[in-house]
């Protein structure tokens, strides 16, 4: 090829052997040239635009860019198959399982047959261990009270020396809560007492009553023979008369230094008209203010919703008096709620319940928990705990269902996420990190309001500022981007708030009015601790007992109360500094308090779903009877017989009852012909206490947490992998990037789903909008990327399976403590080609909407 300049003279300089003139000989220092020279040699520059490709350049490129879009749309894994078997929990024995293969040679196929076979009950592996030895020879050697030469239980029970409580099967009055109070209450001085209530299930099914031999007023009044039995049963059938199913419990806490004095002091029990009823309790004990000089200063409750309300028009009345020896001290915390009932009367909850089970069931709740703009599911806690180095069988107890009654679970899981280790391992997803930041700080906010319970050898103060801290910090959550019960449901939320604003108005009380100081929160909120008949005991011999380790608390002072308070505001917004900002706002909101968040009370709210106790989210609390095998019904009535034999032998009868009737032509106790009579109206299935008074199943049917496919190339999605969908905004459709927190499957929860199961209609994810905004030199040094996620914004979306396109995009490698996700233009471009290919018309009826906002539609540099 030869090219002539044009200013080419067209003759050479007589002094120069050159062979083309100097105009000409400059062409080859030419820039434009040189590129096309460049690009005729080595191709045109991937980055040019498409006026300067060739048609076969753009050809190849093609080629590579479907390459690379078919490798985006592979998932992070494919090795997941014996990982997933496990956690599936179809077979709990598996460090058993591991020993026996690995000593018989096996490999990971191998562990993985004999995994399946061992959940079908094919295989039954060996190898006790020495823990296991030893709980079989405590069983065999022990005795109970034959073994120590102690009487036996029937004598125990005819030495009694406390005074039998009457139970209510309606409403009780008066005169009956003051003879339980009379039972076991002595003229000694106290006096700050609670008034404790709690809800308990209860077998439906009849029992004899050997004092009174009688039964409610609907019915036959006495059981002499067998047709008051028939008239009964009859009754039950028309529904004229209900077999109980839940009892509410009343008991009188004494605020005392004396551990045996201290606790709960049954009054009544009865399950209807919770405010009329609460209120009869409180009058009743008021009425023995002359005999027992004591005052209550609070009503406890579990946290159940029905019994809340009751409280509310209790203790939520009108403001503090002024004049009130209590305002001088409560008055300079700033987010204090100063509602109080009649003599000042505020309302508690149970702190092992809200801070133990209701943290724990909000930590299972399918929905997941809104922190700082973070949606946290219960798959995404188990991948955080399983990278901090938890076993499979350590983490699939603390999510089991089934378990909702067991504390040390509950305390397990909660401890777990507030030790988690903060720092990130390397190369994480960006999703991971940011639900890792948002899980340290749910486990502040646990671990503040759990210490001031369990760890007594804080001080008094100390105790006061982790609750500071605490309520700080759940307000600053709850109103944060209007995140309200997102984050808490406003029943666990004012429990919550409740709890520590009972616990600062009783030591106020305690301040003004005992000159005693030998008490720490622990001792003014613990319901319920044992049984009074111990406790008296203990107290004449107390060589028999080991005194418990209780706080010596110092004298409250005037301003201890506004320090603690401030002091765990410090604390907290140390550790949380974007709660600066929110409590800033917060103290210039007119009206806001602990109970009124945003100026508003949430007390008069009406209840939602997510303001039902957390205790009935999981598993099935059915009234009706489950169907029982014939060995299962006799193991039942072998227990009923035991209880009712047992209640026969309470203490001697003040007047002669027969305990026999003929039914039929046979004489029996008539406690096993109530027996006979309603075993076929309908009985539990399960022996497990708590499930079998609620008539629940011996075994639940477990939801299917994961889809395991055997193939050994199989390919899944996980929770906080991102994904590609479409939006819809201003009636056109958008592409967006985001983060899966929760998988379903055939309306089951599923942590991991094989691909080719998104196309099915049984399949539905839902994910958190991720903001993309145009990168940086900062975000990837080579600026072939020019696309960035920045933060995940708090739109939550549900959409079919069939809308999804997993994506494997590349991780910023330059910030390593918050990484980000990098894209390029052309992958985008190639994301919203392949969408369009995958969804179908009908598809398309299920693309969520959303409005338009600064952070969605993606918008470039130039907007």
Same mark, same amino acid.
């Given at each position: 090829m030869f090219l002539c300049s044009d200013s080419c003279s067209e003759c050479l300089p007589a002094s120069s052997a050159a062979e083309c003139c100097q105009w000409c000989h400059d062409?080859?220092?030419?820039?434009?040239?040189?590129?096309?020279?460049?690009?005729?040699?080595d191709s045109v520059n991937e980055s040019a635009p498409f006026a300067y490709r060739g048609h076969g350049g753009m050809m190849v490129q093609i080629d590579d860019l479907r390459l690379r879009i078919?490798?985006?749309?592979?998932?992070?894994? +494919?090795?997941?198959?014996?990982?997933?078997?496990?956690?599936?929990?179809?077979?709990?024995?598996? =460090?058993?399982?591991?020993?026996?293969?690995?000593n018989a040679g096996m490999g990971i196929h191998g562990m993985l047959v004999q995994y399946e076979r061992a959940a079908e009950g094919l295989y039954q592996p060996k190898g006790y261990e020495?823990?296991?030895?030893?709980?079989?020879?405590?069983?065999?050697?022990?005795?109970? &009270?034959?073994?120590?030469?102690?009487?036996?239980?029937?004598?125990?029970?005819?030495?009694s020396t406390m005074t039998a409580l009457v139970p209510s099967p309606a409403t009780p009055n008066q005169g009956k809560i003051l003879q339980n109070i009379d039972a076991f209450l002595t003229s000694k001085k106290v006096i700050h007492v609670v008034l404790m209530f709690n809800k308990i299930?209860?077998?439906?099914?009849?029992?004899?009553?050997?004092?009174?031999?009688?039964?409610?007023?609907?019915? !036959?009044? #006495?059981?002499?023979?067998?047709?008051?039995?028939?008239v009964m049963v009859e009754d039950v059938k028309q529904d004229e008369v209900h077999l109980a199913s839940e009892a509410t419990v009343g008991a009188i806490g004494i605020l005392s230094g004396n551990s045996r004095i201290y606790g709960g002091r049954p009054i009544l029990e009865n399950a209807i008209a919770h405010a009329k009823l609460i209120q009869t309790a409180i009058d009743a004990v008021n009425s023995k203010k002359g005999e027992i000089p004591f005052q209550i200063i609070s009503v406890a409750s579990e946290g159940e919703a029905k019994r809340g309300k009751a409280l509310v028009e209790l203790t939520f009345k009108h403001h503090l008096s002024r004049d009130s020896p209590l305002y001088p001290l409560l008055s300079p915390l700033k987010f204090m709620n100063f509602f109080v009932g009649e003599d000042d009367?505020?309302?508690? #909850? =149970?702190? #092992? &319940?809200?801070?133990?089970?209701?943290?724990?069931?909000?930590?299972?709740?399918?929905?997941?928990?809104?922190?700082?703009?973070?949606?946290?599911?219960?798959?995404?806690?188990?991948?955080?705990? !399983?990278? =901090?180095?938890?076993?499979?069988?350590?983490?699939?107890?603390?999510?089991?269902?089934?378990? +909702?009654?067991? *504390?040390? %679970?509950?305390?397990?899981?909660?401890?777990?996420?507030?030790?988690?280790?903060?720092? *990130?391992?390397?190369?994480?997803? !960006?999703?991971?990190?940011?639900?890792? +930041?948002?899980?340290?700080?749910?486990?502040?906010l646990c671990r503040h309001l759990i210490y001031p319970y369990i760890c007594v050898?804080?001080?008094?103060?100390?105790?006061?500022? &982790?609750?500071?801290? !605490?309520?700080?910090?759940?307000?600053?959550?709850?109103?944060?981007?209007?995140?309200?019960? #997102?984050?808490?449901?406003?029943?666990?939320?004012?429990?919550i708030m409740i709890m520590i604003k009972n616990a600062y108005f009783v030591l106020v009380k305690q301040r003004l009015t005992c000159l005693n100081w030998n008490h720490d929160l622990l001792q003014l909120v613990e319901h319920l601790v044992g049984t009074t008949e111990a406790s008296n005991i203990l107290a004449q011999y107390p060589q028999w007992n080991k005194s418990l380790c209780r706080l010596a608390a110092p004298l409250v002072h005037r301003d201890m109360l506004s320090v603690a308070d401030k002091r765990g505001r410090q604390i907290i917004e140390e550790e949380c500094p974007f709660l600066i900002d929110i409590l800033k706002k917060l103290d210039t909101l007119s009206g806001c308090d602990i109970l009124q968040p945003f100026g508003v009370p949430l007390i008069h709210a009406e209840l939602t779903e997510d303001d039902w106790d957390d205790l009935m989210l999981r598993g099935s609390n059915s009234n009706s009877p489950s169907a029982m095998d014939e060995e299962t019904a006799d193991r039942l009535d072998g227990h009923q017989m035991l209880e009712d034999m047992a209640a026969e032998a309470m203490e001697p009868l003040a007047e002669k009852v027969e305990c026999t009737v003929i039914v039929g032509s046979t004489s029996m106790s008539k406690s096993h012909a109530l027996s006979l009579a309603?075993? &076929?109206?309908?009985?539990?299935?399960?022996?497990?206490?708590?499930?079998?008074?609620?008539?629940?199943?011996?075994?639940?049917?477990?939801?299917?947490?994961?889809?395991?496919?055997?193939t050994p190339h199989s390919t899944f999605i996980m929770t906080t992998e991102p994904i590609a969908t479409l939006l819809q905004c201003d009636n056109h459709l958008f592409l967006c990037i985001g983060e899966i927190k929760n998988i379903r499957w055939d309306s089951k929860p599923a942590e991991q789903l094989q691909l080719d199961c998104l196309l099915e209609?049984?399949?539905?994810?839902?994910?958190? %909008?991720?903001?993309?905004?145009?990168?940086?030199?900062?975000?990837?040094?080579?600026?072939?990327?020019?696309?960035?996620?920045?933060?995940?914004?708090?739109?939550?979306?549900?959409?079919?399976?069939?809308?999804?396109?997993?994506?494997?995009?590349?991780?910023?490698?330059?910030?390593?403590?918050?990484?980000?996700?990098?894209?390029?233009?052309?992958?985008?471009?190639?994301? *919203?080609?392949?969408?369009?290919?995958?969804?179908?018309?009908?598809?398309?009826?299920?693309?969520?909407?959303?409005?338009?906002?600064?952070?969605?539609?993606?918008?470039?540099?130039?907007?």
């Open positions: 062409l080859q220092q030419n820039k434009k040239l040189e590129g096309i020279h460049t690009r005729i040699t078919a490798v985006c749309e592979g998932a992070l894994d +494919e090795h997941k198959q014996f990982v997933l078997a496990i956690a599936s929990g179809k077979w709990e024995r598996v =460090d058993r399982l591991i020993r026996a293969c690995m020495e823990k296991d030895n030893l709980r079989a020879i405590l069983f065999w050697r022990l005795g109970a &009270h034959r073994a120590l030469a102690l009487p036996s239980l029937s004598h125990a029970r005819s030495h299930a209860l077998e439906k099914r009849p029992r004899l009553d050997v004092k009174t031999n009688q039964h409610v007023l609907q019915t !036959a009044s #006495k059981f002499e023979n067998e047709n008051n039995l028939n009367l505020t309302a508690d #909850k =149970d702190w #092992k &319940h809200v801070t133990f089970k209701r943290l724990r069931n909000l930590i299972l709740r399918e929905r997941g928990i809104m922190v700082n703009g973070i949606l946290l599911t219960p798959s995404i806690f188990k991948q955080h705990l !399983a990278s =901090d180095g938890y076993s499979p069988q350590h983490i699939q107890p603390l999510f089991d269902p089934e378990d +909702e009654q067991d *504390v040390k %679970l509950a305390y397990s899981l909660l401890s777990n996420i507030w030790s988690l280790n903060p720092t *990130v391992p390397e190369g994480s997803r !960006a999703g991971f990190a940011e639900s890792c +930041e948002a899980i340290l700080i749910f486990g502040k050898d804080l001080s008094l103060s100390k105790q006061l500022e &982790h609750l500071s801290a !605490a309520a700080h910090l759940a307000i600053g959550l709850y109103v944060h981007e209007g995140a309200g019960r #997102k984050f808490l449901p406003n029943q666990l939320f004012l429990n309603f075993k &076929h109206l309908g009985s539990p299935s399960s022996t497990d206490r708590l499930k079998h008074v609620c008539e629940e199943s011996c075994y639940h049917n477990k939801e299917t947490e994961h889809i395991i496919n055997n209609k049984l399949t539905s994810i839902s994910f958190q %909008l991720i903001s993309i905004i145009p990168a940086t030199s900062e975000d990837d040094s080579s600026l072939r990327k020019d696309w960035c996620s920045s933060s995940s914004l708090s739109y939550i979306f549900k959409v079919p399976g069939s809308l999804v396109l997993p994506i494997n995009p590349k991780l910023s490698t330059q910030m390593k403590l918050n990484p980000v996700y990098l894209f390029e233009s052309s992958e985008l471009i190639w994301l *919203v080609s392949s969408l369009h290919e995958k969804v179908s018309r009908h598809d398309l009826k299920g693309v969520p909407s959303i409005t338009c906002s600064n952070n969605f539609p993606y918008l470039d540099s130039s907007g």
